[in-house]
């Protein structure tokens, strides 16, 4: 009996964690629709963005024309290596 106890609560325990990180996944993914970072100044940028770049089939976000500028003169400076890696 103690057995079947500590099983039904366990099984309650972990469906109530798994439905909860699915809305934290559901959630960060509509910010990450909505939000993006600047890659020249790092700065968060809202939708939609005043200032955007495409460059290899990625588009760029940016908080001001001197960072679209800066970033439209040499995009690889500011990409990261795991964004070059998405992008090739």
Same mark, same amino acid.
């Given at each position: 009996? $103690?057995?079947?106890?500590?099983?039904?609560?366990?099984?309650i325990g972990f469906g109530s964690f798994y439905n =909860?990180?699915?809305?934290e996944i559901k959630w960060q993914s509509v910010l =990450? @629709? =909505?939000? $993006?970072? @600047?890659?020249?100044?790092?700065? $968060?940028?809202?939708?939609?963005?005043?200032?955007? &770049?495409?460059?290899?089939?990625?588009?760029?976000?940016?908080?001001? $024309?001197?960072?679209?500028l800066k970033f439209d003169k040499n995009p690889n400076?500011?990409?990261?290596?795991?964004? &070059?890696?998405?992008?090739?």
């Open positions: 009996m $103690k057995t079947i106890l500590i099983i039904c609560i366990f099984a =909860s990180n699915a809305k =990450s @629709d =909505s939000i $993006k970072v @600047d890659p020249v100044c790092k700065m $968060k940028v809202k939708s939609p963005a005043k200032y955007t &770049s495409i460059y290899q089939k990625m588009e760029y976000w940016f908080c001001a $024309k001197g960072c679209q400076a500011f990409l990261t290596n795991k964004e &070059s890696q998405k992008e090739n």
